[in-house]
C-alpha cells in the first residue's frame, strides 16, 4: 500500500481552518446583515407598527364567541362542514358580529365568506382543512391582472 506524502498531509492540514473560517466569517456576514434589515417592503416602504406586533391575540377580545361545535359541526375531518360553518358565520354577522372559534379538533370546509365585524379564531389543537374537491369552492366574479373573470374563491374570504 502505497503512503500518502507529507505534502498531501500538510496541504489537507492548512486547508481545513481556511474552510472553516471561511464558513464562520459568511456566518458572521448574514446574522449582521439580518440584524441591520431595516423595516420595510420590497418596494422600499415603511412598515407600520401594527404590521410588526406579533402579539398573540386574546379570544375574549373579539367579541361574542360562536364556537362550530355548538352549531352542530362535527369533529371530523373527512365530513365537508362547509354548510354549517358558514351558517355559523351568517348568524354572528346578525347578531352584530362576534368570533367564530374552530375548537380543537380538525374541519374540513370548502370556500367560506366572512361578513363585517365577524372574525374566526382557530383555538390551540383546532384545524380548519380545506377540502381538495374544486366543487366545494364554487366560481365567482373576481377580477385578476385587469381582466374581470370568474374564479375561484379561497377557504377564507373577507
Same mark, same amino acid.
Given at each position: ?5 507529507? @505534502?498531501? !498531509? $500538510?496541504?489537507? =492540514? ?5 474552510? %472553516? ?21 420590497p418596494d422600499g416602504t415603511p412598515m407600520s407598527g401594527w404590521f410588526l406586533d406579533h ?20 369533529? @371530523?375531518? !373527512? $365530513?365537508?362542514? =362547509? ?5 355559523? %358565520? ?27 365585524k365577524t372574525h374566526l379564531y382557530v383555538a390551540d389543537g383546532g384545524k380548519l382543512k ?13 377580477r385578476m391582472e385587469g381582466q374581470n373573470l370568474d374564479y375561484f374563491p379561497a377557504l377564507?374570504?373577507?
Amino acid at each position: 500500500m502505497r503512503k500518502k506524502s507529507p @505534502d498531501v !498531509n $500538510l496541504s489537507i =492540514t492548512m486547508k481545513l481552518p481556511c474552510i %472553516i473560517t471561511f464558513c464562520l466569517l459568511g456566518l458572521f456576514s448574514a446574522a449582521e446583515a439580518q440584524k441591520n434589515q431595516k423595516d420595510v417592503f420590497p418596494d422600499g416602504t415603511p412598515m407600520s407598527g401594527w404590521f410588526l406586533d406579533h402579539t398573540k391575540v386574546k379570544l375574549g377580545n373579539l367579541g361574542k364567541q360562536y364556537v362550530i361545535t355548538d352549531f352542530g359541526a362535527k369533529r @371530523d375531518s !373527512n $365530513l365537508i362542514q =362547509t354548510v354549517t360553518i358558514q351558517k355559523v %358565520i351568517d348568524e354572528a354577522a346578525r347578531e352584530g358580529g362576534g368570533v367564530v372559534v374552530i375548537p380543537k379538533g380538525t374541519f374540513l370546509s370548502g370556500a367560506l365568506f366572512f361578513k363585517p365585524k365577524t372574525h374566526l379564531y382557530v383555538a390551540d389543537g383546532g384545524k380548519l382543512k380545506g377540502s381538495d374537491d374544486i366543487a366545494d369552492y364554487p366560481a365567482m366574479p373576481s377580477r385578476m391582472e385587469g381582466q374581470n373573470l370568474d374564479y375561484f374563491p379561497a377557504l377564507v374570504n373577507a
